[in-house]
């Protein structure tokens, strides 16, 4: 089956799409979802119900709120030690002197990567792991249409301002009473990006007409992504983030109320790296400091202790309790206790029951033998000790076996928890293998088909024999598609959760088992002519035959090198080094192929000898040649035609070998142009000249006119 280039290209391309599409499919798995947020709101669920017949809970509803107002200061690239360690002592006094004597709960939240800005966000308000595929969409950031935290404040009622990355707004259209967003592409912008977010505090400070203020600061990060943390700069944000957060802090505690007293929230939404950058998974990115103050926690007292490790998603379930709002469905963080832990025993328990029930649904809805998850189970013995508790308490038993009780049952709730929120991470963050392989082999199957391909490629004819119809139809495919089927069977009846290869129907699968076999046996046919190709001209050198250049060699091994190189992240920093030296290599190579074609090749030499034998026997001799006069006229117009036809030649070959030479100063100009990269942005270039010269010459300019 002969098929020309441009169709075996096409058709290669369709089946890598196809392998690009199964292995994206299993490194990117669905996250945990619940219903859709319009569904969301139903009624809580009620106490478990007391063993005892006739005796039921008469608490059915949500427990009201526990806070007045709540203000979130969300710092972007907040690491912990910028709170926690020495540059906090230094720079952040006030903040300091609250986390170590104040009415305050610390904790250092532990951020998931991606570490960057919209993801987290999202965390934040959802209680849900965002993916990968969320970096994809974090420069255009859609409407959030989950069920979160701002969607249920606003549908009970709540009025929420807000200030700062814009972000937000785009995340939560229609959301705020009052909202000022500001960009955050503009990185050498440290102060005016602030500035535009405190100009609004003293103003509503004053004013009553809100429930939720949220401020999102991107200085610090600006500053990061520049400068690095252990920049001279960051002394003075850090400084200028507590004159905020005392400014806040003190406003709050003037106009507390007997009823509910306020809450100030501070927190980061990732760290940043020791260059500055984020995204990644060291400890600097995702480390941020969590900080909950308020009047209604007690002062701290004895020896300052290093602050509990949270999960940054436990900050949605907690505010929602906070502000007696129902926890967001997809949510898969934990309570955080200490925050909750002033209340009495009863609400503490109506706390981690509705956080456990929650946990619960979330895990029946994503996983079809929920039953035997051990979060679950344990769940279920702390519901059933908990019905025990509600009875003595309804039967007036105010005893010590009373406490006792209470306090086991709290610990089998934190256990549950914890074993819950566990299951529902690994679920978000496990790796679809079995269709990730798949797709594996097959691009790997089309791509060393391609590089069979490639000396056919670069000939004239540019067809290609597919060997496509033996292999169809021999045994090996037969056995291949029988084997494939059978770990096919294997693998999807003896994986705990289904992937999505497996949830295909079995003709599609059936379908993708052939269409891998068909491409192993057609590799191995190419393979096997190559071969025997090989002997044939190791028995006739004299027939010509398409073969590798060092132009074809460097080619390949540049393009299987640069692709090797992605698989590192400092790599993919600096991957427009990698560009620059396969671009110089290949114009040096092109010159030296070309001044060899030029200048060393001999012209009595043809490209290709062959030898034609033919049988002239029963021809008899040839014919004599005769003379042939040619006119001078005619001769000196022959000469002039010639020796222009030699001329353009010459010109040609000139250009030719020009080329390379003018590609490699084209490039060097380009990158000139701007400096780009962790390691060399500092370097001066020629964008750095065109902003130092209008100021040159405006300051010339002053001192010619003065």
């Not at 004597?101 to 966000?121: D, L, N, W």
């Amino acid at each position: 089956m002969r098929l020309r280039s441009g169709v075996f290209a096409s058709s290669c391309l369709l089946v890598e799409a196809l392998g690009v599409a199964l292995f994206l499919r299993g490194f990117f798995p669905v996250p945990v979802r619940s219903l859709p947020r319009r569904e969301a709101r139903g009624d809580p669920p009620a106490e478990p119900a007391p063993p005892s017949p006739g005796m039921v809970s008469n608490w059915t509803k949500i427990p009201p709120p526990l806070f007045r107002k709540v203000v979130i200061v969300l710092i972007d690239a907040l690491r912990d030690d910028f709170v926690f360690g020495s540059k906090g002592k230094q720079f952040m006094p006030y903040t300091t002197q609250v986390v170590e004597k104040g009415t305050s709960f610390s904790f250092i939240a532990e951020a998931k990567p991606p570490t960057v800005t919209m993801p987290r966000i999202k965390a934040l308000m959802t209680g849900s792991i965002p993916g990968f595929i969320d970096v994809i969409v974090n420069l255009n950031s859609p409407a959030l249409l989950d069920d979160n935290l701002i969607w249920q404040a606003k549908s009970a009622g709540k009025r929420i301002i807000f200030y700062g990355d814009d972000t937000w707004v785009k995340l939560f259209p229609k959301h705020f009473v009052e909202y000022d967003g500001t960009t955050s592409f503009f990185v050498s912008d440290f102060k005016e990006v602030d500035d535009n977010v405190t100009r609004h505090l003293d103003r509503v400070l004053k004013r009553e007409d809100w429930d939720i203020l949220i401020l999102h600061y991107l200085g610090l990060d600006h500053i990061g992504h520049v400068s690095g943390p252990n920049s001279p700069l960051v002394g003075p944000k850090l400084r200028e983030m507590d004159n905020i957060l005392k400014k806040i802090h003190i406003s709050l505690l003037s106009k507390e109320e007997a009823s509910l007293p306020n809450l100030l929230v501070v927190c980061g939404d990732h760290g940043m790296s020791e260059t500055g950058s984020h995204g990644g998974s060291s400890e600097g990115e995702v480390h941020t400091p969590l900080l909950f103050i308020s009047s209604a926690f007690e002062k701290r007292s004895g020896p300052l202790t290093q602050p509990e490790r949270v999960q940054q998603t436990d900050l949605a379930s907690t505010l929602a309790v906070g502000l007696g709002l129902p926890i967001s469905r997809n949510s898969v963080g934990n309570l955080i206790m200490p925050v909750l832990g002033g209340k009495t025993m009863r609400e503490q328990l109506r706390f981690l029951h509705l956080n456990g029930f929650q946990l619960s649904r979330l895990l029946q809805e994503n996983t079809p033998a929920y039953e035997k998850d051990p979060g679950y189970e344990h769940f279920k013995i702390a519901e059933k000790s908990h019905g025990n508790w509600i009875k003595l308490y309804l039967e007036g038993n105010n005893s010590e076996i009373l406490l006792n009780l209470g306090k086991k049952v709290l610990k089998q709730y934190l256990e549950a928890l914890k074993t819950l929120s566990s299951s529902l991470s690994k679920q978000v963050a496990q790796y679809d293998m079995y269709s990730m392989t798949v797709g594996t082999v097959i691009i790997m199957e089309v791509l060393l088909l391609l590089l069979l391909s490639v000396p056919k490629a670069l000939s004239s004819r540019a067809e290609f024999e597919v060997p496509l119809s033996p292999p169809l139809f021999s045994l090996l495919f037969y056995l291949m598609c029988l084997m494939l089927c059978a770990v096919h069977v294997i693998v999807c009846t003896s994986a705990e959760s289904l992937c999505y290869f497996c949830s295909m129907s079995w003709l599609t699968a059936v379908g993708v088992m052939m269409l891998i076999s068909a491409l192993m046996c057609g590799i191995l046919s190419a393979i096997a002519k190559i071969f025997e190709n090989s002997r044939v001209r190791l028995k006739n050198p004299v027939v010509s035959s398409s073969s590798w250049s060092e132009v074809d060699v460097l080619i390949l091994a540049g393009t299987i090198g640069h692709v090797l190189s992605l698989g590192a992240s400092s790599f993919i920093e600096e991957e427009h080094q990698t560009w620059y030296f396969l671009i110089n290599t290949l114009c040096l190579v092109l010159c030296q192929e070309l001044c060899r074609n030029n200048f060393l090749q001999k012209e009595c030499d043809p490209p290709h000898s062959t030898t034609v034998k033919q049988n002239f026997g029963d021809i008899g001799e040839a014919p004599e040649c005769t003379n042939i006069d040619i006119p001078a006229a005619g001769s000196s117009k022959l000469d002039k035609a010639t020796s222009s036809a030699e001329f353009i030649k010459g010109s040609d070959k000139w250009i030719s070998l020009a080329s390379p030479w003018i590609i490699l100063i084209c490039c060097r100009l380009l990158r000139s142009l701007n400096q780009t990269g962790v390691q060399w942005a500092h370097r001066p270039d020629f964008g750095h000249w065109l902003t130092r010269v209008p100021i040159h010459l405006l300051k010339t300019r002053e001192s010619q006119d003065g």
